[in-house]
């Protein structure tokens, strides 16, 4: 599976936009973007995933570039319940029983600040 | 509709002893992995059951074994606990043919 780059640390203000950046430059053609979070001592939560189109579900937009070397996960009105550790993971197509796992890198750290 | 739910919560255990984790998938997943997730790092892939089987493991020893059981509920047992297998014990599920996997809270194993 590909490398992801995530920067280790973000701000963001209540109520505004975060917007969390992953490099994968070296992603292949059938391999998906996918985003957890992991509130403190939670499990992880899935977030959203995509292939190359872009993506918005309740809680998150997902924009993918058109070469799909890097994307950006949005949330677009952050909350202090958005304090969270934010995995950026890519992953093949699913092909077949077994044979699937998650690698989890070092993730971002982000807190939105009153 | 449940979640995943994995017991106990906490656990405490001696080294040399044996320890058995819990999990329960969500309703209509059939797919269980296990991930060991140390104070301050990301989780680690253990291993991954389907139907009745281990399909794929990382790199843990043979002291980490599973099971899964036909109502798709699996178990996640360590052997000669060490210090160094204090950690959050994940299970995740997903259903066949879908790429996302969801999270349980977690068994807080503590070797001491």
């Known amino acids: 599976d590909a490398k992801t780059t995530q920067p280790p640390s973000m701000d963001c203000a209540e109520g505004r936009a975060a917007n969390l950046p992953c490099n994968h430059s070296t992603i292949s053609g059938n391999e998906y973007v996918y985003w957890y979070r992991q509130i403190h001592s939670q499990g992880p939560q899935y977030i959203i995933h995509?292939?190359?189109n872009n993506e918005t579900n309740e809680m998150a937009s997902l924009i993918i570039t058109e070469d799909r070397k890097s994307s950006t996960l949005i949330l677009p009105h952050a909350t202090l319940r958005d304090t969270a550790v934010y995995y950026c993971i890519v992953r093949g197509v699913y092909s077949g029983a077994g044979s699937y796992q998650l690698t989890f890198g070092k993730g971002t750290k982000l807190s939105v600040i009153p | 509709d449940a979640g995943v739910t994995q017991s106990p919560t906490h656990l405490i255990k001696t080294r040399g002893q044996q320890v058995t984790l819990r999990c329960s998938p969500k309703?209509?997943?059939?797919?269980v992995s296990w991930y060991q997730q140390a104070l301050g790092q990301g989780p680690q892939f253990i291993f991954q059951?389907?139907?009745?089987?281990?399909?794929q493991r990382g790199n843990f020893p043979d002291r980490f074994s599973g099971h899964q059981f036909p109502n798709y509920s699996s178990e996640l047992n360590v052997n000669a606990l060490l210090l160094g297998d204090s950690a959050l014990y994940l299970c995740?599920?997903?259903?066949?043919?879908?790429?996302?996997?969801?999270f349980g809270p977690g068994t807080r194993l503590t070797v001491t």
């Open positions: 995509g292939l190359k």
């Open positions: 995740a599920s997903r259903q066949t043919g879908r790429g996302e996997q969801y």
């Open positions: 059951y389907y139907e009745e089987e281990e399909r």
């Open positions: 309703s209509g997943h059939d797919t």
